[in-house]
Structures are given as C-alpha cells and as structure tokens.
C-alpha cells in the first residue's frame, strides 16, 4: 500500500512561522512535523509515499529528497495553486496507482501506527476518528458498529487520516474541491467505514497547539 502526505497548504493562522516555511517544515521539539510522519510511515511498513506541495513546496522536497535517508521512495505532486484535500489527491492520483492508499494529513502530530491501516479496503473509505478536540467539539461524523454516517450522533472528529479507494473520485474533475462531500456521498451508499484512535492527536492548526505538541513530544521523552 502507498501512502499520501498532505502538504499543500499555507497554514496562515501559523504566521509568522509560516511566511518563509512551509508549514509542515514547522519544527515540533526540533523535528519537522512532516518528519514524524514519514518516519512513522517507514516504521509501519510503508515504502511508497507521495507528498503534493504548493506554498514554499521546493523547500519540503528539498528537505525530504527522495525519501532514501528514511528507508522510503518518495514522489512529489506539485500544485502551482493549493487544490484542497480532494483536489490534491486526485492530481496525485497518477502516482498512487489502482489499489487503496492511506492518507496523512500534514499538519497533524499523532502516536497512530500506521501498521494497523494495512489492510484490505471493503469500501470506498476508512476514516481514523478521534474524540472531539476543545476547537471542534461538535465533531463531523458518527461511528456504530465499524461504519460512519453523516446523520447520527454522538459524533466524532475526523482525524485526517483516511484509507481511500480511488474509486470515490470517479467522475471528478481537475481543479480545486473539497473531501468531505464525496465522503458523504460515499457514506450515503454505506461505503464508508472507520474506526476510533484512542491515543494522542493533535490538529497543529496555531502555535498554541505546536505548543501542546512539544510538550507531549517532552512527557515522552
């Protein structure tokens, strides 16, 4: 299975950091936050990664190369404009190939073995679900018996990291467009399931969160 690193955007609410660094460059205790998961991505098993990039891409390709000093093969989806989360992935396409493909987003930090996404698709996706943080408390979808809906409650916060088939963007086009509406229309048909990560996740979406990051990242130590 190949993996995808979402690195595309601008992360505008982390400036100043971020006017002269590309956001997943944003050092967590010293470590890029694109890093933890590439060598997470490594340790799990995974050989194969594609990262796309737009804002200051050049410097996460150039940081990264071809992936060899981490044990993986990296290829690299440039986007000359940020195409969203769906957008991005189907331009990448070309590159992840036929079977399903996990996906990460980049401005996370999470202790998730990957190792447990590895295994076969039965659907159109699998969603990695967390309990909702303080900034999101009202969740995105609802999770009973291994299958999420758009519809039910209590619901839970979609963590980012996903196992999508590339058939749930047959029939889209290029540019820019957002997941979230071909998850729902997937889940409409019943052809999303998903499963609950009960360790530690962090959107690293401001500085307060990177904070909480590398105070995490300092307990572990």
């Not at 991505?41 to 410097?59: D, K, P, S």
Request: proline share 6%.
């Amino acid at each position: 299975m190949k993996a995808m690193i979402l690195a595309a955007g601008k992360g505008e609410r982390m400036r100043p950091l971020t006017l002269h660094t590309p956001k997943p460059l944003i050092r967590a205790a010293g470590v890029p936050l694109i890093e933890y998961h590439v060598r997470a991505l490594a340790a799990a098993g995974f050989r194969e990664l594609v990262i796309n990039h737009a804002w200051l891409g050049e410097q996460i390709a150039a940081y990264l190369g071809d992936g060899a000093r981490f044990g993986v093969e990296i290829s690299y989806s440039p986007e000359a404009e940020p195409l969203e989360t769906g957008g991005g992935i189907r331009r990448a396409l070309p590159l992840l190939g036929e079977a399903p493909f996990l996906v990460v987003n980049g401005d996370i930090w999470t202790d998730c073995d990957f190792a447990g996404l590895r295994r076969p698709l039965a659907g159109l996706a699998h969603l990695l679900l967390v309990d909702n943080p303080a900034h999101h408390p009202q969740g995105d979808f609802h999770l009973q018996q291994g299958r999420v809906d758009d519809g039910g409650q209590p619901r839970l916060t979609y963590s980012g990291i996903g196992v999508f088939s590339p058939a749930l963007f047959a029939g889209t086009g290029e540019g820019a467009f957002k997941l979230a509406p071909l998850l729902r229309r997937a889940m409409a048909e019943g052809r999303v399931s998903g499963e609950r990560h009960a360790g530690r996740w962090v959107d690293v979406g401001t500085l307060e969160r990177l904070a909480e990051v590398e105070r995490i990242i300092k307990e572990q130590c």
